[in-house]
């Protein structure tokens, strides 16, 4: 038996779970539903969090090689990140919003193949490791659990994917909630959300961790292609997907500062990006062809 | 005269009618968004791919498009190209527009005009009485300041009324400059690497010595191995590479996928590996009689070593070997026509003694078509091989591989600077009123207001509370 899939199994119920409560807190505002539903978001981003070690012990390698471990990783970073959030902005109203959409990303990689989910070992051009890290490691025998250039692409792309998955929701909310604002009507359930200025304003500080990170993401996976096959950029669709994601979200941080692109454009463009950053993901993965057709 | 003048001022019409378009943040978002789309039309269709591919794909009317704007090679054209310096024109002409004004008025810190009014007109403001004397209050309120990392400015000291200007992270302000500079830098590397760089690919055997383009020195492969793991997949695959300059061996080292041998500018990489088309180990043959079906003096023959066949008068050496036969009529020249071994053949010569007698094409699946030893009862049969592995070593000079490193590092700076570094400007009022002293403050930020009311609060009440202690 595979621990990890028995701990991918509870967190997808507890992510239904942390969802219906989240939601419930946002139909009816009790204080005692908030607390239920900000300590089931702790407890299963300790439960994703097991997903990612048990998988690192079962593996013998960083728990992000194949689709499915990388949904987990994506997952757990939206959680950290959301729970971030509510910290220092308290709103629990937007936890009913994110926790759905963590909820249907577990749902969709409980539905990849069983292929997907296995422990596979790495290929040699995913085996990328820190001279100075693996060095230092064998003093004690741990030398496998040495990381490199390709963990740290993989990390850092994902907590970018999470904070974008974060603005979007944000951005779906503010154009909701804008659309009716400007209409001078209002109802019980959008009146729980922040003011569209404050969705705006959280949706752009999502974005400003996600393009750092992802540009990080991208450098090091350039990094990583040069040592591994001798060149940075080969316009190979993944990359050149990164790239289009990258003109999205720089075009939005541009709109923000211009004339007549704030507001609901911007929102638009946030809004694509994270529809790109979909397809980065899982569309290049299965309709593309090229070099990542692994992950 | 007057029409030399004219011509001038069109002239400068026009130019500052480019310099406009330039310098338009409008122009930014649209090529961009250009960029993103006709991107995607790259990864769609396939790239550099055979004719026949995007004939079978796409069919005529729409090939004949995709080679006219060069859409198979997408990337490297013109107009992709041209959408790229376009969003360079526009990053240097809006850096010429907006930098200096800004680095002026950012160095200048202090304010054109502070009045009791100038903080009314703020919308994060705060305004706080404190039962505490006006010179106490004062000097809580710069040491607050200073405990905020703000660097403050005492902008007028009038009696009972004080004028104090703050600030803090101005250097956030400039974080995007610093980025919208690193990506020419970027650039620069990308298309250094283009003029003075090459790639390259070398099939390579075991003890071969191969030319390095450009380079005084040879690499020699001493050793190419696989390492596989249990479940019998490949773990890895590894070259050892020793470089030859002058004769002489001056550097060994083991390479492998993601660890490659760097020398002199030039990098060396593991990049494929396979079974050799046109070599061997060693070839199984046998002596055969020409009316029966048994073998006999069946012998293990090496690469290039003549080897004597036992209990016979014959020595053979094996030259050559394809590994899906084939014969090329025009150029009387045998080849393999692909890398697998579909129909596999060696050369051999014969000698009878000292003496060549002939050098004949034998094969695994026909033997006999062509009989090995002239006018003889006996034949030679080619019974199996031991292959050879080649590894695919890539060659790779790019001198402006390090300009885009540096680019990068100096981007991701930028945006540190640019999305966390915010630049508040903070203007504070003291003034002394009946009964106790009154602070009004408030200010701007370039981002966030959400941080900056916080911080505009927390200012406030620890004015209040630490009054109140």
Redesign the interface.
Same mark, same amino acid.
């Given at each position: 038996m595979i621990l990890s899939l028995v701990f991918f199994t509870f967190s997808f119920i507890f992510y239904l779970i942390t969802a219906l409560v989240y939601i419930a807190n946002w139909f009816v505002k009790k204080k005692w539903l908030g607390q239920i539903a900000t300590t089931m978001a702790f407890v299963t981003l300790f439960s994703t969090t097991m997903v990612l070690i048990m998988r690192a012990g079962e593996s013998g390698h960083a728990p992000f090689s194949n689709l499915f471990e990388s949904m987990v990783l994506f997952v757990w970073a939206v959680n950290i990140g959301y729970l971030l959030m509510e910290y220092r902005y308290k709103f629990k109203s937007l936890g009913a919003v994110i926790m759905l959409l963590e909820f249907l990303a577990m749902l969709s990689a409980s539905m990849l193949p069983y292929r997907f989910k296995s422990v596979e070992p790495l290929n040699p051009a995913l085996q990328n490791k820190w001279h100075f890290m693996v060095n230092f490691l064998e003093k004690f025998g741990l030398e496998k659990y040495a990381i490199g250039w390709l963990d740290f692409h993989v990390f850092c792309t994902f907590i970018g994917y999470a904070a974008f998955a974060i603005s979007f929701g944000l951005a779906i909310t503010y154009l909701v909630k804008n659309k009716y604002e400007v209409k001078g009507k209002t109802n019980y359930l959008l009146d729980r959300f922040p003011d569209s200025k404050m969705l705006d304003e959280l949706s752009y500080i999502a974005i400003a961790w996600g393009f750092p990170f992802l540009t990080l993401g991208i450098v090091t996976g350039a990094i990583w292609a040069n040592e591994a096959w001798g060149r940075p950029w080969s316009w190979d669709p993944k990359e050149t997907w990164s790239a289009i994601t990258w003109l999205i979200y720089a075009s939005y941080l541009h709109a923000r500062v211009t004339r007549g692109w704030r507001g609901r454009r911007a929102a638009w463009l946030a809004v694509l990006g994270f529809l790109a950053i979909i397809f980065l993901y899982w569309g290049v993965s299965f309709i593309l062809p090229g070099l990542h057709a692994y992950a | 005269m007057a029409k030399a003048k004219e011509n001038k001022a069109l002239h400068q019409k026009i130019g500052s009618g480019i310099w406009k378009f330039f310098s338009s943040?409008?122009l930014?978002?649209t090529v961009?968004?250009l960029?993103?789309f006709v991107?995607?039309i790259?990864?769609?269709v396939?790239?550099n791919q055979p004719l026949e591919n995007y004939l079978m794909a796409y069919g005529e009317g729409w090939t004949k498009f995709i080679v006219y704007a060069k859409i198979n090679n997408m990337?490297y054209t013109w107009w992709y190209n041209g959408l790229i310096l376009t969003l360079c024109l526009n990053i240097i002409v809006c850096t010429f527009e907006r930098f200096p004004t800004k680095w002026k008025s950012l160095l200048k810190h202090k304010p054109s005009k502070f009045d009791a009014t100038t903080i009314e007109r703020f919308s994060n403001k705060r305004t706080v009485k404190l039962n505490a004397g006006f010179e106490e209050t004062r000097e809580h309120v710069e040491k607050l300041l200073k405990k905020s990392r703000y660097k403050t400015l005492k902008f007028k000291s009038e009696k009972d009324e004080d004028f104090i200007y703050g600030w803090r992270g101005v250097i956030g302000r400039f974080g995007s400059d610093i980025t919208h500079v690193s990506l020419l830098l970027i650039l620069f590397g990308?298309i250094i690497g283009g003029f003075y760089g090459y790639?390259d690919f070398k099939v390579v055997y075991t003890g071969d010595t191969i030319r390095v383009p450009d380079v005084d020195y040879h690499l020699r492969l001493d050793k190419f191995w696989m390492e596989y793991?249990d479940?019998g997949?490949?773990?890895?695959?590894n070259s050892l590479l020793t470089v030859v300059e002058d004769g002489k061996d001056v550097l060994t080292k083991q390479i +492998?996928?993601?660890?490659?041998l760097d020398y002199k500018g030039v990098?060396f990489?593991q990049?494929t590996w396979g079974n050799a088309w046109n070599r061997v180990k060693s070839a199984n043959i046998a002596m055969i009689g020409k009316d029966s079906e048994e073998l006999y003096s069946v012998t293990d023959i090496e690469w290039q070593v003549l080897t004597p066949i036992p209990n016979t008068e014959y020595n053979v050496k094996l030259i050559g070997f394809a590994a899906d036969f084939a014969y090329d009529e025009a150029s009387n020249q045998v080849f393999s026509k692909s890398a697998e071994p579909e129909n596999p053949a060696i050369q051999i010569e014969v000698y009878r003694g000292e003496r060549l007698i002939s050098s004949p094409w034998i094969f695994v699946n026909y033997p006999g078509i062509f009989p090995a030893i002239p006018d003889s009862d006996e034949d030679i049969v080619f019974g199996g091989y031991m292959g050879v592995l080649y590894s695919g070593l890539?060659?790779?000079k790019?001198p402006g591989?390090n300009i885009? +490193?540096l680019g990068?590092s100096i981007?991701?700076t930028g945006?540190?600077l640019?999305?966390?570094i915010y630049h508040r400007r903070l203007w504070v009022h003291v003034r002394k009123v009946e009964g106790g002293t009154e602070v009004s403050l408030g200010g701007l930020i370039n981002?966030?207001?959400?941080v900056f009311e916080r911080e505009i609060e927390n200012i406030a009440k620890k004015l209040q509370g630490d009054n109140k202690k």
């Open positions: - | 943040l409008k930014t978002i961009l968004i960029l993103a991107s995607i790259g990864t769609v396939e790239q990337y990308a790639k793991y479940t997949q490949i773990k890895q695959y +492998w996928v993601n660890e490659p990098r990489y990049s890539s060659l790779n790019d591989v885009v +490193w990068c981007m991701i945006f540190f640019t999305f966390f981002k966030s207001n959400f």
